[in-house]
C-alpha cells in the first residue's frame, strides 16, 4: 500500500526564516511526486512535480528536491503570504493516474 | 481559461436524503477525480474516470456513485446522505500527471 508521510505537521516561521518541509514515501515505484500549496476556503493548487531522485524544481521562493524516499520543499526567506497548507502527492508506477496525499504541513509566516 | 468548477459551494441535507455535487471542467481532459478532505485524513479518493462511460471505485467509495456520459461533468450522488458523509469534497481533472483541483464543496449532514 501507498504511503505519504508529511512532517511537522505544523510550522512557525518568522519573515525571512528559511526551513524545509519534508515528505517520506512508500511506493511500489514512483511515476511521480508532487507538491500543491492550499489555502484555507480553496482547492489545492499545482506546484510541482518531480519524477526521478536527483530532481529538482524551482519557483519563486520554492525548491523541491526528490530522494528514492522523501522530498523536501525548501523555502527561502519566507514571506507572509507564503502561509498556506503543504500538502505532498505520489503516484505510483502501477496506480495509473490516482494519486495518494500526505496529511499535508500547515506553514504559517509571521511578519 | 480553462477552468474546473463545483456547485453548490455549500450544502447542508438530511440524514437519508440523495444528494448531487457537480463538477465542470473546460481543460478537455479524460481523467476526473472525486476527493473527499477531513482533518486528520488528508485527501482521500473516493472515485475516478479515465473517459466516457469509465468509472472506478477509489479507497473510500462506499455510500457514493458517479457516472459519465461526456467529457466536461462527472457529478458525484450521494445515494443517502450519512453523518460520516460530512465533509469537503473535490474534484479533479488531469490529462496525465498533474492533478488540477475546483475549488471544493462543504457538505454538511444533520
Known amino acids: 500500500e501507498d504511503q505519504v508521510t508529511q512532517s511537522p505537521e505544523a510550522l512557525r516561521l518568522q519573515e525571512g526564516e528559511s526551513s524545509s518541509l519534508n515528505c517520506s514515501y512508500t511506493?511500489?515505484?514512483?511515476?511521480?511526486l508532487f507538491w500543491y500549496r492550499q489555502d484555507p476556503g480553496k482547492g489545492p493548487e499545482f506546484l510541482f512535480t518531480?519524477?526521478?531522485a536527483g530532481e529538482e524544481k524551482e519557483k519563486e521562493r520554492l525548491k523541491a528536491t526528490l530522494t528514492k524516499k522523501e522530498s523536501f520543499l525548501h523555502i527561502t526567506a519566507p514571506k507572509p503570504e507564503d502561509s498556506a497548507t503543504y500538502l505532498c502527492?505520489?503516484?505510483?508506477?502501477?496506480?495509473?493516474?490516482?494519486?495518494?496525499f500526505g496529511s499535508g504541513t500547515q506553514l504559517t509566516v509571521l511578519p | 481559461d480553462a477552468e474546473i468548477t463545483q456547485s453548490p459551494r455549500h450544502k447542508i441535507t438530511e440524514t437519508g436524503r440523495q444528494v448531487t455535487l457537480a463538477c465542470h471542467q473546460t481543460?478537455?481532459?479524460?481523467?476526473m477525480f472525486w476527493y473527499r478532505q477531513d482533518l486528520g485524513h488528508g485527501l482521500r479518493l473516493i472515485h475516478y474516470s479515465y473517459g466516457v462511460h469509465d468509472t472506478n471505485k477509489g479507497e473510500v467509495s462506499d455510500g457514493y456513485s458517479v457516472s459519465r456520459s461526456n467529457t466536461e461533468d462527472l457529478p458525484l450522488t450521494l445515494e443517502s446522505a450519512a453523518s460520516s458523509q460530512t465533509s469537503v469534497y473535490f474534484c479533479?481533472?488531469?490529462?496525465?500527471?498533474?492533478?488540477?483541483f475546483g475549488p471544493g464543496t462543504r457538505l454538511t449532514v444533520t
Open positions: 481543460w478537455n481532459h479524460n481523467n
Open positions: 518531480l519524477y526521478s
Open positions: 502527492a505520489v503516484q505510483a508506477s502501477g496506480s495509473a493516474r490516482q494519486l495518494t
Open positions: 511506493v511500489s515505484g514512483l511515476r511521480g
Open positions: 479533479a481533472s488531469s490529462s496525465d500527471y498533474e492533478q488540477y
